[in-house]
């Protein structure tokens, strides 16, 4: 598995609250501590999920972030973005939360 893939995002998911660098994205209001942001992208649907770090110990969400370094690069601004059907982003959401 590609520890830039994990590198890249612990540090894009890692920004410190209240921190006194300024960050170019706003971090929304649906967004809490804990969580972060990420948008399923497939054909032409889009939906926007909001996920536990949890996820991010799961491998087949790991596996989602190997395919967004390949399809998308990690220079991402605002919520991470993954190649998934919306639907099946939300089932691998669901089935790590009920974990």
Known sequence: MGKGVLRSAARALSW???SKTTCSAEVPEDVKEGEFAVVAVWNEEATRFVASLSCLSNPVFLRLLE????EFGFQQEGALTVPCKPSELERIIKGIKNF
């Open 67 to 70: 395919l967004a370094e390949e």
């Open 16 to 18: 410190p609250r209240g």
